[in-house]
Structures are given as C-alpha cells and as structure tokens.
C-alpha cells in the first residue's frame, strides 16, 4: 500500500465517522446509512487481502463509543460482516449493481439481527434496532459509493 | 477459506462476547471508553461544523432592531434577577444565622460550568442527549445537569471532550423529591415521556396537591437539594389501591433547552478519592 492509498483510507475513514456523528433530526436518524459498514465493505471487496479481520476490532470499538452501545457488540457485527464479505468477495466482483445493492441489504440487516441477539444474550437491557430503514438506506447509497469511490481510484491511478 | 479463518472469526465473536458481558456487568471498561473517545474527538468536531455555521448564519443575519430589542428585554430580565439575588442574598445569610443556632452544618453554595446541546439520541425508548463539555472540563458520571427552569438530569458517560447525559425524564431514572410546600418526600420516575414524572409510593393520605412544586431532597446522595424537578399535575386516589397516582410535568424544559449547567456540588454524586478518606481519619 503506497503512501496515497494510505492517505485515502485515512481520509474515507475520518468522513465516516463524521457521517456517523452529524447531528439531525429524529426523523432522519432512523434512516441513517450505516456508513462505516458502507466504507468496510468497500475496503474489504477493493483489498481483500489487506483489510481483512483485525479491522473489525478498532472501528467496532470506535463505534460502539460513538453510539455508547456495549464495548464488543459492533466488533462482533462487523468481524461477521468482514467473514462473509471474505467468502462472497469474488462473486461480488461479478454481479451488478442491482445484485450488489440486494447483498449489501442483507448484510445490514444480518448486522442489525446479530447486534440484538448479542445484547439480549448477555445483559437484560434489550435495545430497541430498526431492522429496516438503515439497511434500505445504506442499500440505496451503495452504488453512489461505489461510483464515487471507483472515479476517485481511477483519477489517483490506484485501481 | 481456510479453517484458521474460520477459528479467527469465531475468536473474535467470543471475545466480544466476552467484553459485551463485561461492559454490562462491571464498571472497568470505562477506561477503554475515554481512550477511544481520543480517536473519534476530531471527527465530532468537524461533524458539528455545519450546524455551528448555521447558528453564525442565523446571528450575524439577526437586524439591528431585533438586537436592540434582544438587548432591552434582556436588560430589563437582569434587573429582575438582580433584585431577587439581592433579596436571596440577605435570606441566605438569615438561613446561614439559622442554622448556626440549630448548629447545622452550612450550605456552600454550588459551581457550575455552561455547556450546550449538541446532539440528542434518537432512540425513542431513552431519553439522553449529548453535551460539548467532558473529562477534559472536570465532568465526572453522576454529575447532575440543570437548565435554566430546573433539574435536567445526570451525566452517565463521558468522553474527552462531551459527555452523556441521562434525563429524569428516562424511564430508568428516579429522583428524589420533596414537596416544595410542606416536605412530603416521594420518588419521582421517568416515564420515557418527555412531559411527565411519575411519583412511586405515595400513599393516598399525603398532603400532595395540583400546582404543588416538587423540589430535590438531595436523600439519594446524588443530586444537590433544593432545585425544582417538576410540578404535580394530576392526583388521583384510586379506591382499593394503597397508593395514590400522581404524575408531574418537569420543570425543566428537557425539549428545548440549549445551554444547560453542570453542577459542582458538596456531597453530590462524586466519591473522593481513597486518599482524601484516609487523611481525614
């Protein structure tokens, strides 16, 4: 990994987490995108054979202090995230965008159902998820991503 | 994929596991907590970045005769204060000669530190919203928060710079109080509404009235005495039940406040140090 694509995923990583933390109204919050996920499915699918699993451990940690969720239970959802993105990688490169958006639907909600049989197994406080909306968001966002993030490669000669 | 992927994937499954059950079950992570806040501290910031243009939009573009009026109401609201903080001044020092005759111990009066909202939680099952002040400012768990009108609530996690704050209108929160006119002590509880409070426990004999304002009694060892929490709304005494139903509305307005108080209060909320207790023995 040279100097520019470490810059890139440093930048990529920093927005995300801005995403994740720009205030909004109620409404609009249910319907966040899970951008950091957005982001690891990206890394993962371009370089799988650098960001693999030991990148579930910091981002999950960061993410379970920004929403103040139980320290290990967005370690757990994206270590399983990275996992079956490791087994679907090569198909992904094939399929279109409609296919693509579909997987990455499923992903999130996986993600959301993990997180809640995670919290109600080991304490007694059940969090209330939106199974949905954040997995129809994110869906809708990814080809945007993937463009965007596609255009940026080429224009850095990184792809 | 290789078997060791597999093993890897599934030792990271149970060790977070094991640190979710941790986290659940013992205060030690907290540790782990503040450290990440370091990390995710630049991204908070620039996120508030639109909102706080925003704001400068809304006040450079405020006209000058908006201002003058600001200014006028605003001047006119200082005087009134300050003629009741006088008149506070020469009661406090009437209760301090009070309670020397009744060799009570004397009050010292609470240090706050301003902060603002800058954002809230979107769960609709708990009511907390987040604050720009945190470890780095002297904030510590269990530190109570006031608006303008009354108690707000208490903070229950804090970062580097923000912290937590948990409202008493939560439903895992209780308060206790007492009333304002004759001392009855109850328990006020959350309802997860941000407009009522419910009082626990008051038997249908108790002298609690519509109107009648609740006060913190400061029994909990958390919050300081003496501050409004919520006035009583509707009483109701149900026949064959042996406590009475009483919600209160919260004084303070926890929908709309922007700037809120942090209290540095005596004998509130924190615990000293081990080597404060020594000393003192």
């Not at chain 2, 229950?156 to 710079?161: F, R």
């Not at chain 2, 007492?178 to 626990?200: M, P, S, Y």
């Not at chain 2, 709309?256 to 207790?277: D, T």
Request: charged letters at 15%.
């Amino acid at each position: 990994m040279n100097i520019r694509a470490l810059i890139l995923v440093a930048t990529g990583m920093f927005l995300v987490f801005v995403l994740e933390h720009l205030p909004m109204p109620d409404i609009l919050l249910w319907l966040q995108p899970a951008w950091v996920l957005l982001l690891v499915t990206l890394l993962v699918l371009h370089a799988p054979h650098i960001f693999g699993l030991w990148l579930a451990v910091p981002l999950g940690l960061m993410l379970d202090v920004e929403h103040n969720s139980l320290l290990g239970m967005h370690v757990l959802t994206l270590a399983v995230h990275i996992f079956v993105l490791q087994l679907l990688y090569r198909r992904m490169a094939m399929f279109n965008f409609l296919q693509q958006t579909a997987v990455v639907f499923l992903l999130v909600v996986l993600q959301q159902l993990l997180s809640y049989w995670a919290v109600a197994l080991v304490s007694e406080n059940m969090v209330p998820v939106s199974l949905w909306t954040p997995a129809l968001t994110s869906a809708l966002v990814w080809p945007w991503v993937y463009a965007l993030t596609h255009m940026a490669l080429a224009r850095l000669h990184l792809s | 994929m290789p078997t060791f992927q597999r093993q890897r994937v599934l030792g990271i499954v149970v060790l977070a596991l094991a640190l979710m059950w941790l986290d659940s079950h013992a205060p030690w992570l907290q540790s782990v907590r503040y450290i990440t806040g370091y990390l995710l501290a630049p991204a908070q910031q620039v996120a508030l970045v639109p909102s706080a243009i925003g704001n400068w939009f809304g006040e450079s573009a405020a006209s000058r005769q908006e201002l003058t009026n600001e200014n006028k109401q605003l001047t006119a609201r200082n005087l009134v204060l300050e003629l009741r903080a006088q008149r506070l001044a020469a009661l406090e020092a009437e209760n301090i000669e009070l309670r020397e005759l009744l060799s009570a111990s004397e009050q010292v009066d609470d240090r706050v530190l301003v902060t603002a909202v800058v954002a809230v939680d979107p769960d609709p099952f708990s009511q907390q919203i987040l604050i720009n002040k945190g470890g780095e400012d002297g904030v510590f768990i269990g530190q109570p928060v006031l608006d303008a009108y009354g108690l707000l609530g208490q903070v229950i996690d804090v970062m580097p710079y923000s912290a937590r704050v948990l409202m008493i209108a939560d439903s895992n929160h209780a308060i206790p109080v007492q009333v304002n006119r004759n001392g009855v002590r109850a328990i006020a509880v959350g309802t997860g509404a941000l407009d009522e409070l419910e009082l626990i426990y008051v038997p249908n004999t108790a002298d609690i009235i519509k109107g009648d304002l609740l006060v913190s009694s400061g029994l909990g060892g958390r919050y300081p005495r003496g501050y409004p929490v919520a006035t009583v709304t509707k009483v109701e005494n149900i026949p064959g039940k042996s406590f009475a139903a009483v919600t209160a509305e919260p004084s303070a307005h926890l929908d709309r406040s922007r700037h809120l108080l942090l209290v540095f209060s005596h004998g509130s909320g924190q615990v000293p140090p081990g080597g404060l207790w020594q000393g003192k023995e």
